[in-house]
C-alpha cells in the first residue's frame, strides 16, 4: 500500500474522532485538554507536559485550562511538597460530556479488532509516531505498556501493586499502565491489555 495512502487514512481517522466532538459550546482546544487530561497518568496530568504532548506554548495552555476552570470541568491539585506544581482533575461536569465524545467511537473501533490486530496495529502506530516526534524535535509520550522503565511481571505481592515504574520508583495498578505518560521511553515489546494506546504529539 502507498505509504501516502497510510498517512492519509490516520490522518482522516483524526479528523472523524476530533472534528465531530466540538459540543457544549467547547473549543477545539478545549476538547483537546479534556481528551488528554482524562488519558494521561498522575504523573502526566500537569500543564507543562499537556503543552509538550500538544507541541504548544504554555502561554496557550493556560489560557484553554483558565477557561475550562471557570466552566467548571477542570480543577487544580496542588503539591504538598511543591506548591508550584499541580495537577489537573476532571470535574464530574467534565467527565458527563466525556461519556459522548466522538473519540469514543474510535476508541470503540480499535476494542473490536483483534488482540493480536491490535498488538501490532499499535507497534505499527508507534515507530510512525516516533518517526515524526524526532524529525519534528518533539517529546515522544507513550504507555507503560511498551515503555523502558516498566518492571514487574503482573504478580502481586501483600501490600505491593503488580507494576512499577523504574524511572519514578512508583507502583503502577493495571488500570494505569494504559495511560499515557511523559516520560515514556520505546524499549518492551507490546503488552496488549483491555485497552492499549501509545501516542506522541
Known amino acids: 500500500m502507498d505509504s501516502r495512502i497510510i498517512a492519509e487514512l490516520v490522518l482522516h481517522l483524526g479528523r472523524m474522532a476530533s472534528g465531530d466532538g466540538l459540543v457544549e459550546g467547547l473549543s477545539a482546544a478545549q476538547w483537546a485538554a479534556l481528551r488528554y487530561i482524562a488519558s494521561a ?41 511543591d506548591r508550584r506544581s499541580c495537577q489537573l482533575v476532571l470535574t464530574d461536569k467534565a467527565r458527563t460530556i466525556l461519556v459522548n465524545d466522538s473519540f469514543e467511537a474510535l476508541a470503540r473501533a480499535a476494542d473490536a479488532l483483534p488482540p493480536s490486530v491490535r498488538g501490532h496495529f499499535v507497534s505499527t502506530l508507534q515507530r510512525m509516531l516516533h518517526q515524526v516526534a524526532k524529525e519534528r524535535g518533539a517529546s515522544t509520550f507513550g504507555t507503560c505498556t511498551s515503555c523502558e522503565y516498566l518492571e514487574g511481571d503482573g504478580c502481586s505481592s501483600e501490600g505491593q501493586a503488580p507494576y512499577a515504574c523504574g524511572l519514578m520508583s512508583e507502583w503502577l495498578l493495571p488500570k494505569e499502565l494504559d495511560e499515557i505518560c511523559i516520560n515514556f521511553v520505546p524499549g518492551k515489546p507490546i503488552m496488549v491489555t483491555s485497552s492499549v494506546t501509545g501516542v506522541a504529539p
Not at 46 to 60: E, K
Open 41 to 81: 497518568n498522575r504523573f502526566s496530568r500537569t500543564p507543562s507536559a499537556f503543552a509538550m504532548f500538544h507541541g504548544t506554548t504554555r502561554g496557550t495552555v493556560s489560557q484553554t485550562i483558565k477557561s475550562l476552570e471557570s466552566h467548571g470541568y477542570l480543577t487544580r491539585m496542588w503539591s504538598e511538597t
